[in-house]
């Protein structure tokens, strides 16, 4: 009888919690290897070009505020996409300066 009297004890709903939502998993970041990598991109864009930075091992929070003061450096556009950020237009090297103030080494990657 306890078996049966434990089984229907059991709280089903509730309206003091709420909504119940399934808890949320930390996004993982990629650590990073001490350097920033810079790529212009135009494929997908309709030829319209962007710089992506990858490689930052940032959370994205940082990641976020990094981008902030990239765009206001460049006086261009941008976000960020996961673990990359895009800059509007083709301003590797005054990014190139910024990411070396914020202590990364820069390697450009292709053209």
């Known amino acids: 009888m306890s078996s ?8 089903v709903y509730s309206t003091d919690k709420g ?6 998993q930390q996004p993982q970041v990629t650590p990073s290897d001490g350097f920033a990598y810079v790529r212009r991109e135009t494929k997908g864009r309709k030829g319209k070009g962007v710089v992506t930075i990858t490689g930052l091992g940032l959370e994205a929070k940082e990641m976020k505020a990094l981008a902030k003061k990239l765009k206001q450096t460049c006086g261009t556009g941008g976000t960020v996409v996961g673990e990359t950020i895009e800059i509007q237009g083709d301003k590797r090297e005054v990014i190139k300066a910024v990411l070396e103030k914020h202590g990364y080494k820069v390697k450009f990657i292709g053209g």
């Open 19 to 24: 909504r119940i939502e399934p808890e949320q």
């Open 4 to 11: 049966l009297q434990d089984q229907l004890s059991q709280l």
